[in-house]
């Protein structure tokens, strides 16, 4: 796992001396948060996940942030906020709001809000969006924390359990092939 990671990562000093990044360089030493190790990726696919529902361009700053709070691998939670982008970010704010709906109750016989995305115009989208994400109200609000923070488990414990399985699966290939040179002798 470690070698698929580190063909896609920047080395962690190429990171800290950028010059956005230098002056929390001090921040940056922690060894989880450049690591390959099941705990501190499995703690960045998490963080990443989470992260990615938050509305606007604050999803990489905040999985940083947070992965530096939690100590958890940088690159990983940061490169895993791009789950979502202009073809998944409405589905997914739609399950949100029929999660927050059945959690709440909102959806018991009532009438759903209608959720057709704003028609949004270069002058107005900011304005736009804010409107159609009030309109959703309390269902979207209980069901996007709730949607990032089964997100976030649930991906926090495939990469530990894929992780594992991948280990023993690399242990028993290793034990095949000991097993095979021994009878060749």
């Not at 499995?42 to 992965?67: E, K, M, R, T, Y």
């Not at 018991?108 to 159609?132: C, D, K, R, V």
């Amino acid at each position: 796992m470690r070698k698929f990671f580190r063909k896609f990562l920047p080395h962690h000093e190429t990171v800290k001396n950028h010059r956005w990044i230098r002056p929390f360089g001090g921040l940056l030493h922690h060894p989880n948060l450049w690591h390959l190790h099941r705990r501190s990726v499995a703690g960045g696919v998490a963080v990443g996940l989470f992260c990615g529902l938050i509305p606007g361009p604050l999803q990489v700053i905040s999985a940083a942030l947070l992965a530096v709070l939690l100590r958890v691998n940088l690159p990983v939670a940061a490169f895993t906020t791009l789950y979502t982008n202009p073809f998944t970010i409405l589905p997914l704010y739609v399950l949100a709001y029929e999660l927050g709906a059945w959690v709440s109750g909102a959806g018991n016989g009532t009438e759903i809000a209608g959720l057709s995305f704003p028609e949004l115009h270069w002058h107005n989208w900011a304005g736009e969006m804010w409107n159609w994400l009030a309109m959703l109200g309390k269902p979207f609000l209980v069901g996007l924390p709730l949607l990032a923070l089964g997100l976030a488990v649930s991906g926090y414990f495939a990469v530990r359990i894929a992780w594992r399985l991948a280990v023993i699966w690399k242990w028993r290939a290793r034990k095949r092939r000991q097993t095979g040179r021994q009878r060749a002798e």
